[in-house]
């Protein structure tokens, strides 16, 4: 079993940056795929990044690209998310996830485990 728990949520204004953490306690995820996903008011979970068991590999949604960056610790069981040039289409309470697998997942119900969320708020 893997809990995760996000952190790094908050307010911003347009243009900021936040980094966000998603540490996971239980077992250790250097076997695991990592993902980020965010869920703004009255819309569907969307995918935002996700990040293969070594990190090697990472492929971020086209609304993110170039703006957000995924990475992560394996020694510290802990995953990131950098958001730059934040606008208020980012806001919504973000999600990591994780899966033991080799593959590289975009899609919600593949992952195994979840976090309970941390909200961004982005004002113009």
């Known amino acids: 079993q893997v809990q995760l728990v996000e952190s790094g949520g908050g307010l911003a204004q347009a243009g900021d940056s936040l980094r966000l953490s998603c540490t996971a306690s239980?077992?250790?995820?250097?076997?695991?795929?990592m993902g980020w996903f965010r869920q703004a008011p009255g819309k569907e979970r969307e995918f935002v990044a996700t990040?293969?068991?070594?990190?090697?590999?990472?492929y971020l949604a086209a609304s993110v690209k170039g703006r957000f960056t995924v990475s992560r610790d394996n020694a510290k069981n802990t995953v990131y998310l950098q958001m730059d040039s934040l606008n208020p289409d980012d806001t919504a309470v973000y999600y990591c996830?994780?899966?033991?697998?080799?593959?590289?997942?975009?899609?919600?119900?593949?992952?195994?485990?979840w976090g309970q969320g941390t909200q961004v708020t982005v004002s113009s």
């Open positions: 990040i293969n068991y070594s990190g090697t590999f990472t």
């Open positions: 996830a994780s899966r033991q697998t080799l593959q590289v997942i975009i899609t919600p119900r593949e992952y195994d485990y």
């Open positions: 239980g077992r250790s995820i250097a076997g695991h795929v």
